[in-house]
């Protein structure tokens, strides 16, 4: 039985997905294997969710041909299309001076980037430079140092360029971070420092998750492991922290970046094995309130559960 080359859901569509990945020839084969170009998907408040439209808006004129071609060839009549799609992008806001980028908004809520681990060097450390998802989501790091704070934050960036699943609430997008002791960041280089390089790999390996699985996305109901589900290790050897549930951050408010992309915020704050049903019952967020450290990584603090 062959694979199905439809989906109903934009994020998981191949043909979306080829152009997004700046694939021509797959979108070419999937076309060839009969995949729907003319769906409608349906956010329709978007002006790009058609294959067209999406090519269009994504300036991927090598694609827009192919697909042009293609429609032309099943007779199909898209100029009203093109047209829509003309007053459509007329009618989104203005990436004007009221926009701010991620880098600018990340600095006015939290404070100063002050380090920065781009990809290519968190990959090859953790993952002997293997890229962890099929599509073009790239994940860096940064540190920060927030004024008048005990603790140094470290967020990822990257994340959200790119969708996770379809949800009630539309698309998904989101962005991680964690509150570490503030010495961490000021003693150096946080990548090369072996008790705590697990900061960023576990950022990265959460941040990866709504990409790598199909119909994924992270939000306060999932809870990551260090290493395995099956098989999770403590962070610190010395401690019992095995694993990190999501809470929604009280520090950024969510980034609406245009009409259809918000993007939401996670805090990471490690937790027990034993820990993880009191998070699974009550929720993250009631969880933090009950931690002594709220969502401070802190390794001392006192435990929820005690282990057996």
Known sequence: MGANVNSESSVRSPIINSIANHDTEILKLLIEAGADITYQYKTKDNPWWDALSFAQYNLQDEAVEVLKEELKKRNIDFSKDEEQFKKNLDNLPDASEDDIDYETYVEEKIGKIVQYYDEEDILETFW??????NDDTGVRVYGILPEGKDYGVVITAGMSEYPMADSDEGLQYAEVMMKIPRHWLENGNLLEDDDHSWVIEILCKTAYLGHIFEGAYVDETVIVPYGEPDEAY???WDYEF???????????PVLQTDEATKVKFYTLV???EEEKGLVEEKGSDEVRKMLSSGDVVDFERELLVESE
């Open 128 to 133: 002997g430079g293997v890229r962890q998802v």
């Open 270 to 272: 490690p937790i027990t």
């Open 242 to 252: 095995t694993a990190v549930m999501l809470c929604l951050s009280e520090d950024i």
């Open 234 to 236: 403590p962070f610190d």
